[in-house]
Nanobody, 126 residues
Framework: QVQLVESGGGQVQAGGSLTISCAAS????????MGWFRQAPGKEREFVAA????????YYADSVKGRFTISRDNAKNMVYLQMNSLKPEDTAVYYC???????????????????WGQGTQVTVSS
């Protein structure tokens, strides 16, 4: 069992940067694949990024590749999403998620994640 709490959301102008964080409880955090998803109003939840348990492998959605960076600190039970060159279309509620499955192409799918945070709002103004 793991509980996830996101923080760091806010409002930023287009072209700006923001880093959001996810704090996880539980002694087995380092065994989980971690992911970030987002959901904009009226749209389905979509994959943003995922990272393997060791942090050695990452996946990104094409829409954020080169702009966003996912990282983790297993000693602190933390996952981060650094977002650069933000665009208005990045506006969404961002969710942190944990999966007991190893990182793979399946990590793109929300159904493969077992635990979710409550989300943090990111708003990018033009």
């Amino acid at each position: 069992q793991v509980q996830l709490v996101e923080s760091g959301g806010g409002q930023v102008q287009a072209g700006g940067s923001l880093t959001i964080s996810c704090a996880a409880s539980g002694r087995t955090f380092s065994s989980y694949t971690m992911g970030w998803f987002r959901q904009a109003p009226g749209k389905e939840r979509e994959f943003v990024a995922a990272i393997s348990w060791s942090g050695g492998s990452t996946y990104y959605a094409d829409s954020v590749k080169g702009r966003f960076t996912i990282s983790r600190d297993n000693a602190k039970n933390m996952v981060y999403l650094q977002m650069n060159s933000l665009k208005p279309e990045d506006t969404a509620v961002y969710y942190c998620a944990a999966s007991t499955n190893r990182l793979s192409r399946n990590s793109y799918y929300a159904i493969k994640y077992d635990y979710w945070g409550q989300g943090t709002q990111v708003t990018v103004s033009s």
